[in-house]
């Protein structure tokens, strides 16, 4: 496969998204492709190791840190992921999709 995006979208998370996410998240660390396929990211004093997964399981990758291994089903949930394992201070926030509350008399009433 010789084109760059289908191999990163089929294979390993890019490396330089990582390196800019650990900059932008202040966070001092190493970002490197192994030649496995895998990238391993140190930083802090932790070591995760981002794999394929095994087949049969729904996740594009599994991030392996000791004896814990999390999937990750896409990038940004893999970038959730790594943050929340290497930042200890790192609060998620939560995103809610939900129909818009209308006042009673608003556009929404015209619709009905």
């Known amino acids: 496969m010789n084109d760059p995006i289908r191999r990163t979208a089929a294979g390993a998370p890019p490396v330089p998204l990582l390196v800019e996410s650990l900059r932008a998240w202040r966070i001092a660390g190493e970002v490197r492709a192994e030649a496995d396929g895998a990238v391993l990211v140190t930083a802090g004093g932790r070591r995760l190791r981002i794999e394929p997964p095994p087949p049969g399981l729904p996740f594009r990758w599994m991030v392996v840190g000791g004896a814990r291994r999390r999937g990750a ?4 949930s893999l970038l959730r992921v790594l943050r929340a394992a290497l930042d200890p201070d ?11 509350l209308l006042p009673p008399g608003g556009e929404g009433d015209a619709a009905r």
């Open 73 to 76: 089903t896409s990038l940004s």
């Open 90 to 100: 790192y609060q998620g926030s939560r995103l809610r999709i939900a129909q818009p």
